[in-house]
C-alpha cells in the first residue's frame, strides 16, 4: 500500500472503534477510501462525461482529462450520445 499506512489504518479503524477486525485491501486504498467503506453511506455511480468544444480548451486541462477521468473523444461521424 502506498497511500495509507498501517499505522493510519489502525488509528481510522480506533475511531469507528474497530479494534478487532482483519482488513482486506483489493487496491492501493486512501484513508479517505477506507472511511467511506467503514461509515457505508457513501454511493458512487458511474457517468459519462460529454465534453463540448473540446478543441478550444488549454493543452494543460486536456493533459488533465486524459490522464485523470475515465473518458473518450468521440467524432460526429463515429459516436453518438444514442449508441451510448
Sequence with gaps: MTNIETDEI????G???IHNADLVFRCDATA???????????IYVPCIYALNKIDQISIQVAYHFFFF?????CHKDFLTISSL
Design 10 to 13: 489502525k488509528a481510522i479503524c
Design 69 to 73: 477521468v475515465s473518458f473518450c473523444f
Design 15 to 17: 475511531e469507528y472503534k
Design 32 to 42: 479517505d477510501d477506507l472511511i467511506d467503506v467503514i461509515e457505508g453511506n457513501r
